[in-house]
């Protein structure tokens, strides 16, 4: 069996490690003796930051902040530059992140630039508030897509719980909540709460006594409530710290899932070239199972129980026809998983009705179903058969034979990126079946979860794809193309890759890294 990367780990840590970036950007590296600094909240400066998981130092971060004239008007620019390198299964990946906010003196947020690089792909993100409203406009090779988010009136940019601490340092024990847009354009609300006291803090250059501000962030994913009903709306949220000076400068950053940490560092410190300590996002991130599956990918139904050091597995595991996930208590869930077919009885007789919407059937900036090359491959493959979930098998098997090379440094791309090079990882895989499924009219979107790895016995961050048929979602992989999927698939959500969900849809994952424990309790 071929390893399976953890691409879905990085996207989610591009989006938190900006997060992180965002609730230290306003730091100032202070050298012995420390005098308490008293900076002007929007003073223009340079910051950096350096950025760990684990202790591992992953990459660097630099912060602009500066004045202009923009037609007729005071605005203050925040540019942010992130460079992270990690590896996935003992291949190097490497990204780049730049982004631009303006904003009013006050730190209301006005516009966003924001560009992704990695390897040969580019995503650019144009954001704008219009009153009330927040619309967004994405490209990625081929697509475009325009979508318009409420707003709250006091939302700020990436560095707003920065201009925040700055403007009113925090007291011992106060209690604040921000708006934000987020790095993962995503609305974010930040909930801070300082400590009583102050406490003992190690930063890079010595220990110092800091005030502590614990903090949740918080996202509302899903469709946009109507005036009479909230439905749609789902609540992810990560929990952090940030050390904070007398100023309100603070000092360092840190977020639960795998011990992220930020400080700030003077620029030689930042950019020193210093080999990054080895962190591999699939190897170091392995769910280990107690025991062997038995039959492994193969295995028909598996009933597993999982426990989440931190909230309760079942909030965070989807049910589906092919999944029922049971509570047991606060930290711990039952979760049986079926191997579904047309036609077979197995499967989750509760599963809630999930009929498929426009957007599971159109091309968007991830799935480009109508790019020519991507609607050149769907039409030759099986071109006589008419039944679905035939044709739905036929081009899994077609994905995984025509993806040559599996490429586990290129963790973002898109369909038609996969159309043009025949090369990428599971995400690659699912994205590009997805599309050639759409393509012959067969509504289907991504799964993202784990998938085991009988070779150590362990389930490893996974994404595969989902097809509409016979009144229900069936499972495919084109990484595997095993003919459907088994009872070694733990599904933590599901996605369109439309927008902004295309984020929202990894947040589940962000919530049980390092915090996951697995049971196997029996299976056939």
């Known amino acids: 069996m071929r390893r399976k990367p953890a691409w879905l780990l990085l996207l989610g840590i591009t989006g938190v490690l900006l997060a992180v970036a965002s609730v230290s950007a306003f730091l100032r590296w ?5 005098p308490v600094p008293s900076p002007a909240p ?13 202790g591992a130092r992953i990459g660097y971060g630099r912060t602009v902040i500066r004045h202009d004239d923009e037609d007729g008007r005071r605005v203050v620019k925040v540019t ?8 996935r299964f003992d291949q190097p990946a490497r990204m780049e992140i730049n982004f631009t906010d303006t904003e009013t003196p006050a730190g209301a947020l006005l516009a966003r630039e924001c560009e992704f690089r990695q390897g040969p792909m580019t995503m650019r993100t144009l954001a704008r508030v219009r009153g009330s409203r927040l ?3 994405m490209t990625t090779r081929g697509e475009r897509h325009t979508e318009s988010r409420s707003w709250p009136a006091d939302g700020g940019g990436a560095m707003g719980t920065e201009e925040s601490l700055l403007r009113r340092p925090m007291k011992p024990g106060e209690h604040r909540v921000v708006h934000l847009l987020g790095p993962e354009n995503l609305i974010e609300t930040v909930d801070l709460s300082a400590r009583q006291e102050e406490e003992d803090v190690a930063l890079l250059d010595g220990t110092y006594r800091l005030l502590r501000i614990d903090m949740r962030i918080r996202w509302q994913t899903g469709p946009e409530p109507d005036e009479q009903s909230a439905a749609g709306q789902e609540t992810n949220e990560i929990k952090g710290a940030v050390w904070c000076d007398a100023s309100g400068e603070m000092l360092k950053s840190w977020l639960e899932p795998m011990e992220r ?3 700030r560092v003077p620029k030689e410190v930042a950019m020193t070239n210093t080999p990054l300590a080895k962190f591999d996002l699939g190897l170091d991130t392995l769910v280990r199972l107690d025991r062997p599956l ?25 049910s589906g026809p092919a999944q029922q996930v049971r509570w047991v208590d606060g930290h711990t869930a039952e979760i049986t998983v079926y ?22 059937k159109e091309p968007n900036n991830f799935i480009q179903s109508a790019d020519a090359k991507v609607v050149a491959d769907a039409r030759k493959v099986a071109p006589d058969e008419t039944d679905p979930w035939r044709v739905a098998l036929a081009l899994e098997q077609f994905v995984h034979d025509t993806i040559t090379h599996k490429d586990l440094a290129q963790f973002f791309v898109t369909a ?33 979860g784990l998938v085991y790895r009988p070779g150590d016995h362990a389930f490893a961050y996974h994404m595969w794809t989902e097809v509409f048929i016979q009144e229900r979602w069936m499972p495919i992989d084109g990484t595997l193309a095993k003919g459907g999927v088994g009872a070694g698939h733990l599904q933590l959500g599901h996605s369109n890759m439309t927008g902004v969900s295309a984020y929202a849809s990894f947040l589940p994952a962000m919530q049980v890294i390092g915090q996951l424990h697995l049971e196997l309790l029996d299976a056939e």
């Open 416 to 448: 038609a990126d996969v159309a043009a090079t025949r090369q990428g990882d599971c995400k690659a895989h699912a994205l590009y079946l997805a599309a050639l499924a759409r393509a012959r009219g067969i509504p289907a979107r991504v799964a993202v």
């Open 339 to 360: 191997a579904i077919r047309p036609g077979r009885q197995d499967s989750n007789r509760d599963a809630p009705s999930d009929p498929p919407t426009e957007a599971d």
């Open 30 to 34: 202070r050298h012995r003796p420390r």
């Open 261 to 263: 940490e930020a400080f």
């Open 42 to 54: 929007l003073a223009e400066r340079e910051t950096w930051e350096v950025y760990r998981i684990r």
């Open 294 to 318: 038995p039959h492994g990918l193969d295995t028909r139904r598996a009933r597993y129980r999982v426990t989440l050091d931190a909230g309760s597995p079942a909030t965070v595991f989807v």
């Open 135 to 137: 619309e967004m406009d």
């Open 80 to 87: 942010g530059l992130l460079r992270l390198g990690l590896a």
